[in-house]
Structures are given as structure tokens and as C-alpha cells.
């Protein structure tokens, strides 16, 4: 199975679909799957998630044989496993539980971006942990200079999907932003500013360079980006005429 699984993962990381070899691989692997390495198990799962394809009877004996080696995954295999299966919309309440207890006691060892991943995916499964979210925004704040603009992005739209203020996060997330606010792209201001907007926290600095940001990069826009920054704006009654006349001006391009 190894070599199945290292093809699989080269094919996937240059996003190469093969649905003959991916249904090739899934029948090998189910009755085979207690005799998988946590690591082959858990770049199967993202192997199949990154390229859409969702195999439910190998995403199920996937979660039942991980359970049990969690500890063993490792913070990459944790933090890719919950993605994957966010990724998938795959709702599997036992391995998921048993990611965030192991990711509790490991956040430490998390890098920016598997404490971003991992905060998405509960996040984009609508799965308020608790306690793991205080894990994770804790090690936010620690971390937050080593934080990328994607990273904070993430972090950022993840709490605010699941309606959570926390203050001193969103305080350290406004300071990273500002710091790092040239390297960002479109889709970073836009969920950045929806985020604050849907937990209805002002901050004017914040607010002010993402919005002088977002006005000299709107031909960038996707369709959902226009629409979350004029929500945002309005929501957080913002009247910043030049921007709204951009974002006016931007969607009409898209519907002639």
C-alpha cells in the first residue's frame, strides 16, 4: 500500500485526477486499512480531499481505524486529517473529537498554518469545540508574528463563522493584519473584513487600511469578495464613498 499511497499523494499535490487509479487505491485500502501507518492514513484522506473526491466508504474505514492511533498522526496528519474532512463536508463527530483532543494537548507544537487549518476546519463544519478553540486561539496570540496573511485570514473567518468574540484574539489579528497588510490579497481583505463585521467588533484602523487596501486592488475581486466587503461596509456603517463607488463600478462588469 505504501506506493500506492506516496503516487496518490505526488498526484495530488499537482492536482492530477485519476478517478480509475483514486477508486484503484480505495479498493486496496479498505480491507487493508488496520495494517496502514497513521501517516499513510492520513495522506490518503488528504489525498482524496484535495482533489474532491469524495469515497465514503474509504473516508469511513478511515475514521474507524484512526481513531485509536491518534496520537500517533502527529500535528501535520491532525491538522491535514480535519481538513480533509472539512474539505469533504464529512461530518465524522468520533475522529473529529479525537483530532481536537489530541490537537489540545499538542497546540504547542502547532505551526501558523496547521493552527489556521485546523480552526477552518471546525470552523467550515460548524463544530463550536470549545476548548479547543481557546487552544487555538491561544497559540494565535503567541504566534501571531509568524502568522501569514493567509494564516490570519483564516483564523479570523473561523471565528466569526462560529460566532465567537474574543477580544484579545481579534486585537492580536488586527495588529498582524496592519503589520502585514501589503502582502495580503483580495480574498484576505474581504473574509477579514466580513469577519469583523459579522461579530460587529469596529476597529477603525483595521477597518481604514483594509478598505484603502481593497480600493487599489478591486479589479482582483471575485463576485463573493465585492459582495462581502459592500456587506461588511453597510453592516458596520462604514460610508467609505470611493470604495463603494469601486465595488458599484466592479460589479457592473460582472453582469454585463
Not at 27 to 44: F, G, K, V
Not at 152 to 175: E, H, T
Request: proline share 4%; charged share 15%.
Amino acid at each position: 500500500m505504501l506506493h500506492l499511497t506516496i503516487t496518490a499523494w505526488s498526484l495530488a499535490k499537482l492536482i492530477v485526477f485519476n478517478e480509475p487509479f483514486l477508486e484503484a487505491i480505495a479498493s486496496q485500502a479498505i480491507p487493508n486499512i488496520c495494517d496502514m501507518s497513521a501517516r499513510n492514513l492520513a495522506n490518503t484522506v488528504w489525498s482524496f480531499s484535495n482533489l474532491v473526491y469524495a469515497h465514503n466508504p474509504l473516508f469511513t474505514a478511515i475514521s474507524a481505524a484512526s481513531i485509536a492511533p491518534i496520537m500517533e498522526y502527529g500535528v501535520q496528519g491532525l491538522s491535514n486529517t480535519a481538513w480533509s474532512y472539512a474539505k469533504l463536508v464529512c461530518l465524522d463527530m468520533p475522529l473529529l473529537d479525537a483530532i481536537a483532543s489530541s490537537a489540545i494537548t499538542s497546540i504547542a507544537e502547532y505551526d501558523p498554518q496547521n493552527i489556521a487549518n485546523t480552526a477552518w476546519a471546525f470552523a467550515a463544519l460548524q463544530i463550536l469545540h470549545a476548548p479547543l478553540l481557546t487552544a487555538i486561539a491561544a497559540e494565535a496570540i503567541r504566534k501571531r508574528r509568524a502568522l501569514s496573511p493567509q494564516d490570519i485570514s483564516s483564523i479570523v473567518w473561523s471565528v466569526a463563522k462560529l460566532g465567537v468574540v474574543d477580544l484579545p484574539l481579534l486585537d492580536a489579528i488586527s495588529a498582524s493584519s496592519l503589520a502585514k497588510i501589503q502582502e495580503s490579497e483580495p480574498r484576505g481583505f474581504s473574509n477579514t473584513l466580513w469577519a469583523y463585521a459579522k461579530l460587529g467588533v469596529y476597529d477603525g484602523p483595521l477597518i481604514t487600511s483594509i478598505s484603502a487596501s481593497s480600493l487599489a486592488t478591486i479589479v482582483e475581486f471575485d463576485a463573493q469578495g465585492l459582495t462581502n466587503s459592500a456587506w461588511s461596509e453597510a453592516l458596520l456603517a462604514v460610508a467609505d464613498g470611493r470604495l463603494l463607488a469601486a465595488i458599484s463600478a466592479q460589479a457592473m462588469t460582472r453582469i454585463r
